[in-house]
């Protein structure tokens, strides 16, 4: 893939670093794709939820996973098997579970299969999630970590949800993001890490528009 043509760029962090406000600006700047991968493990959880499906299950596991649809649009609205579930995959129910279902081997083996397959199609691509710079894209021509201390992610996760109207508890937001960070760094399969290539941005004191500009820079340097 050409740099100056196709540039891929991969951006990894914990929950609440900012990560996809960040990814889709820097996407809309560079009129590349933007792919949000925590998105495809949400609508799997929501539908592990939906159908009560045991995730110790493999058999009814896979089986789901064969028969499932996940289609991402270009105004980012997420569709599970043909229904718009953007506002559904957000709710806590899912926050709540999507860790433990993403540790699962036959989960990821599948939206791994599905995100590589839209990257090697795609003209340009920004994505974000655990495991991309590790696993997604390896080869990507710029990696960057997100990360911010624990009270900064917990506070704009917070704020997030309250404009959307939903009203939850410091403590409870705190305590799932703490408990999310956990799972997602310590699973066996593909756990998030920083890869050794890649630029650490700590967002903690940054504004949004300080990361976004830091990353097109980074990235207009090496660009033709
Ligand atoms: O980015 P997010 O908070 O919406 O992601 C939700 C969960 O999905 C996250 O807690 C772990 C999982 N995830 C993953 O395991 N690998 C990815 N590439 C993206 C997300």
Same mark, same amino acid.
């Given at each position: 893939m050409s740099i100056n043509n196709f540039p891929q760029i991969a951006i990894d962090g914990p929950a609440g670093a900012g990560k996809?406000?960040?990814?889709?600006?820097?996407?809309?700047?560079?009129? $590349?794709?933007?792919?949000?991968?925590?998105?495809?493990?949400?609508?799997?959880?929501?539908?592990?939820?939906?159908?009560? &499906?045991? &995730? *110790?299950? %493999?058999?009814?596991?896979?089986?789901?996973?064969?028969?499932? *649809? $996940? *289609?991402?649009?270009?105004?980012?609205?997420? @569709?599970?098997?043909?229904?718009?579930?953007?506002?559904?995959i957000r709710q806590p129910d899912v926050n709540a579970m999507v860790s433990p279902v993403s540790c699962i081997s036959l989960v990821r083996r599948r939206l791994v299969g599905i995100q590589q397959k839209i990257a090697s199609e795609s003209g340009g691509i920004i994505m974000e999630g655990r495991d991309i710079a590790s696993k997604?894209?390896?080869? /990507?021509? @710029?990696? @960057?970590?997100?990360?911010?201390?624990?009270?900064?992610?917990?506070? =704009? =996760?917070? %704020?997030?949800?309250?404009? %959307?109207?939903?009203?939850? /508890? *410091?403590?409870?937001?705190?305590?799932? $993001? /703490?408990? =999310?960070? %956990? &799972?997602?760094?310590?699973?066996?399969?593909?756990?998030?890490?920083?890869v050794e290539d890649a630029i650490i941005i700590d967002t903690t004191d940054m504004s949004f528009e300080e990361v976004v500009n830091k990353i097109v820079k980074e990235v207009g340097v090496r660009l033709r």
């Open positions: 996809s406000t960040v990814a889709r600006e820097v996407a809309r700047r560079l009129n $590349i794709k933007y792919l949000d991968t925590g998105a495809m493990y949400r609508a799997i959880t929501l539908k592990v939820i939906r159908n009560n &499906i045991d &995730i *110790e299950d %493999k058999q009814t596991l896979e089986e789901m996973l064969k028969n499932t *649809e $996940i *289609e991402l649009d270009e105004e980012k609205r997420v @569709f599970l098997d043909d229904e718009d579930v953007t506002e559904a997604v894209i390896p080869d /990507a021509h @710029f990696k @960057f970590y997100l990360d911010a201390s624990l009270e900064e992610r917990s506070r =704009r =996760r917070l %704020k997030e949800q309250l404009e %959307k109207g939903m009203q939850l /508890a *410091e403590d409870k937001v705190t305590a799932d $993001i /703490a408990n =999310r960070d %956990k &799972i997602d760094s310590s699973r066996d399969d593909s756990p998030l890490t920083v």
